[in-house]
């Protein structure tokens, strides 16, 4: 019994954290989903490239073309995609799948309104 009520405090105490979570998951546009990014790029015009190329004057930009002193994928390269809202939106919801051989290791962000405003933001920080 004791056991269990333990088990059940454990429970209750995550679950304010969780409930957190799943806030932040709807928020507004925000720079959280940016942390993820910027483990390996930067976005602002000037900056250096990190693991990924430096974002800067992403939007209307052929993929693979946007950074000459970056060494991007053949597949990406090759894509032929140019940046705006809707390729954006495919590509951060899961990369490998929109360009298969890409370098970009990352997941995706499976959250549709999560990926929208970080794809507003992009656009401000990369004029
Ligand atoms: C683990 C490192 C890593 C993470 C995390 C990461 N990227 Fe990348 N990203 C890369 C690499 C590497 C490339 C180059 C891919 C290639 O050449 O195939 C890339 C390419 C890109 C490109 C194409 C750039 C161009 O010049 O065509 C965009 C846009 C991009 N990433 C946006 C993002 C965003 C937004 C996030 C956060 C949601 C993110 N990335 C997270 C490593 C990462």
Known sequence: MNRLRL??????AASPASAL????????PSPRTWLQCRACH?????EANKVGPNLSKLFGAR????????????????SGIVWNDKTLDAWLANPAATVRGTRMAY?????????????????????
């Open 21 to 28: 979570l799943s806030q932040s998951q709807t928020a507004q």
């Open 107 to 127: 997941p995706g962000l499976a959250n549709p309104a999560e990926r929208k405003a970080l794809i507003a933001w992009l656009r401000k920080e990369t004029r």
């Open 42 to 46: 930067t976005a602002k015009v000037g």
């Open 63 to 78: 993929a693979g073309t946007l950074r000459a002193n970056y060494s991007y994928s053949p597949a990406l390269k090759a």
């Open 7 to 12: 088990t059940l405090a454990a429970v209750l």
